[in-house]
């Protein structure tokens, strides 16, 4: 009987252990799948942005700077790696982003014909959708890595994932610029 009662407690352990380890995996998964669709939305704007070029350099005589930012923009969204989380990387592609728009609203301002013309502000208008779909799977981003470092540093699962899976706390993406802008410091 006491043998019995030993092993089903040595079952229920085996048991619990590979549920957390299977939810561990499932919340890695989670946050690489939510990687995969920040820099899914960046290549749709690159998409975007590759149909605007041609558009800023009609009026690129004057507006060298501007075209310079769109093919910066285009080249580091193409370098983002879909199976590596560069957050670094993705705040460097986010921070141009706002500088190309400060600039092309620079460009309407010099050239106002260039308002009345229907496939720019169709294009801006898609660069701006882009940019809050990009928004949008950040914080799904950062969430995903929330629940996932939760889940692997809390007792026992950090146990469990340093036995297992030996998976790293991933770090979440921040926007260092947009957070200097606040007075508001959090003091943690």
Do not use: C
């Amino acid at each position: 009987m006491g043998l019995m009662i030993f092993l089903a407690i040595i079952l229920a352990v085996l048991i619990i252990g590979i549920l957390i380890r299977n939810n561990i995996v499932r919340h890695h998964n989670a946050t690489i799948r939510a990687w995969a669709d920040v820099t899914s939305f960046e290549r749709q704007k690159l998409k975007t942005l590759e149909e605007l070029a041609p558009v800023v350099e009609q009026y690129a005589g004057m507006e060298k700077s501007t075209l310079e930012k769109v093919t910066e923009l285009r080249q580091n969204i193409m370098n983002l790696n879909i199976n590596n989380a560069d957050v670094n990387q993705l705040q460097r592609v986010e921070a141009l982003s706002k500088e190309l728009m400060r600039s092309l609203n620079v460009v309407v301002e010099n050239y106002p014909e260039l308002k009345a013309d229907q496939l720019y502000l169709k294009m801006m208008h898609e660069i701006d959708e882009q940019n809050e779909n990009v928004g949008a799977a950040i914080t799904i981003y950062n969430r995903n890595v929330e629940l996932f470092n939760n889940y692997i540093q809390v007792f026992p699962n950090n146990i469990i994932n340093t036995a297992t899976t030996a998976k790293k706390p991933v770090r979440a993406f921040r926007d260092n610029s947009a957070a200097q802008s606040f007075d508001y410091r959090p003091n943690f």
